[in-house]
Structures are given as C-alpha cells and as structure tokens.
C-alpha cells in the first residue's frame, strides 16, 4: 500500500490536473500546452484523446454538463461529445499578455478559483489567484506568487491551499465561502531546494493534504496543520498532479512530465510522463 504502480504509458510532456468523474467512472486530465487531452474509462481501460490546438493548462467539471478548460489565453467551456471549445472570457490582464492562467479547482460553493503566472519570467512575484464570477468576470482574491500552481479547498470549505511554486512553499488562506472571499494568509508548508518545488494539490477526505515535487522524486502527504505525515518516492523525476477515483475513492491517480527533456535523458527515464496509481487506506473527494 502507498507504493506507486505504473498504470498507463501515457507519455505526457507534462500531465495536469486530473479530475475523476465517478458518472462515467472515468479519468480525464490534460497534457499541458497544447497536447491532447486524455480519458481513461477505469472498467474497460479504454483510452481516448481529445486534440486541441491552443494551450489548455487544466479543467473542471461543469454543473450543467461538458467542463471547463483553462488556458492560458482564457477560460473555455468544453463539450467532449464534439471536442468543441466556447470562450468564456479571456487574458486575466489584458494590458500585460506575458501573464496566463495555470491551474484550477472549483470551491465548496461551486465557483472557480484559478492561478496565474508571468510566462516571461516564472520566477517573477507577479502570479495571482482569481476567481469567475458567475458573471464571467474575473476577481483578483490574492496576488504575489511565483507561479501560482496547485489549488485546493479543504474538505469544509473554510481553507484554500495554493502553491507559491518557485518561492518553494504552500500558502494557506482562510476562505468565506458564503461571500468567496480570501483572509489570514499563513505558509502552510516549505519544500527544501532538494527536494524540488511544490506542484499540484490535492485533499483528501480526512483533510490531509497531497503535494507533489516538481524535479523531487516524491509526492508528500501533510497533515491538517502542514506536518509531514508521509514521502512517497518515484521513479520519475516530475511528480505533477493527483486525482482520487475509484469505487471507493480509494485510488490515487499522478500525473507524471518529461518536460524539459533531450533525447537521451527520455532513453533514460522512459516512465517520465506516464500515469501512476497509488492504492491508499483513505478515501479522497470527488470534485465539486
């Protein structure tokens, strides 16, 4: 238990945000940039990919159907019945274009929360956190990341997590869900510059929470209060993303990358990019 199995080849450049949908007992998750996004039906291990030609980042499920699709020039609603992307609004700041949606995830209340980051320099303190409003329009709740990455909301609804990815930690913030509101931002947890930098959240159903190691070898699992309850080593280097699914919620899903890679670096770690499952004794959530 808690040791990663390799699951699918899936190759990804760089695998992000996957997202279970327990209606179709299904795995969906994008390839970040521009690659195609993926489906992996559990029961039967079929695979399908969707092409798209512009810089998808991440998704979401969607109420009334289909999901949303972040990229880095706007926000998409997505049909995959017929690959058909519609724009719901465009660059979070029009007057600076080097700055472009990253990662997403949807709070208890059903809004969209999503990070930014400054493509001309990664390492700039420029990264934002926004939120959709039903609207359409965009909400500036917190700003000053260096590469605003993984998001989560805790299973109450009262915290959101986000990695400050090249400041090598992850902040806290305390969340109104009635009013959707930021407040009391506190680091939550540090990663040493050998271990990598922070990349994708998750939380799973007993409030733990789930970072994986850009460049770590490892994913962590913190417990409520950002102690470190576990390390869980990887034969891939980039240890991108989770999503819990199953029956049982009790399967984790990891989105691995070989971006950055020559040729001979791919000889040498041919896993790189593919989809791992870890078997645990929790259970996760399913995304709102």
Sequence with gaps: MYQPQHFLSAQNQLGETPIWSPEENALYWVDWGGRPTSRLELETNQLTTYPVDFPVTAIARRKN??????????IYGWDPTNNLYEMITGSPEPENQAICFN?????????????????NDVFAPTGSLYQLSKNGGLRKLA??????????ISPDGKKIYV?????????????NSEEGRVYDQNCFATV?????????LIVDSEGFVWSGHWGGWMLTRYDPEGKTERKIKFPVEHVISFA???????????????????????????LAGDL???VTDVKGLVEP
């Design 65 to 74: 159907g289909g999901w949303i699709a972040i990229a880095q020039n706007g």
């Design 103 to 119: 990662d997403c995830a949807v709070d208890r209340e059903g809004r969209l929360l999503i990070g930014t980051v400054d493509m």
């Design 143 to 152: 700003t000053g990341f260096a590469t605003a990455n993984g998001l989560v």
């Design 163 to 175: 990695t400050d990815m090249r400041h090598n930690q992850i902040l806290s913030y305390g969340y």
């Design 192 to 200: 040493a510059e050998e271990e990598g930098m922070p990349d994708g």
């Design 244 to 270: 819990f699914g199953g029956e049982s919620l009790d399967q984790l899903f990891v989105t691995t990358a070989w971006w950055g890679y020559g040729e001979d670096e791919r000889k040498k770690y041919p």
């Design 276 to 278: 791992f499952r870890i």
